[in-house]
């Protein structure tokens, strides 16, 4: 098996990144629009990024190079 290397757990992590923000944020407005009505912009843009930085994280994570040779 082929050892992973820093530039595809980057690659990796920043894709899971952009995918998860525009998912919640997607999520997030629709919620907003349909149910709440009255949110704060800036409150919306918050929980996506820390919801993209937290799956980024994850990823990262999972996809650690391996030392093995």
């Given at each position: 098996?082929?050892?992973?290397s820093w530039k595809e757990t980057l690659i990796r992590a920043g894709?899971?990144?952009?995918?998860?923000?525009?998912?919640?944020?997607?999520?997030?407005?629709?919620?907003?629009?349909?149910?709440?009505?009255d949110?704060?912009?800036?409150?919306n843009w918050a929980i996506c990024l820390v919801a993209g930085a937290i799956a980024a994280g994850v990823a990262a994570v999972m996809n650690l190079p391996s030392n093995e040779a």
């Open positions: 098996m082929k050892a992973k894709r899971t990144f952009v995918q998860t923000f525009i998912g919640t944020l997607a999520a997030n407005f629709a919620l907003n629009a349909a149910v709440l009505q949110a704060n912009a800036f409150t």
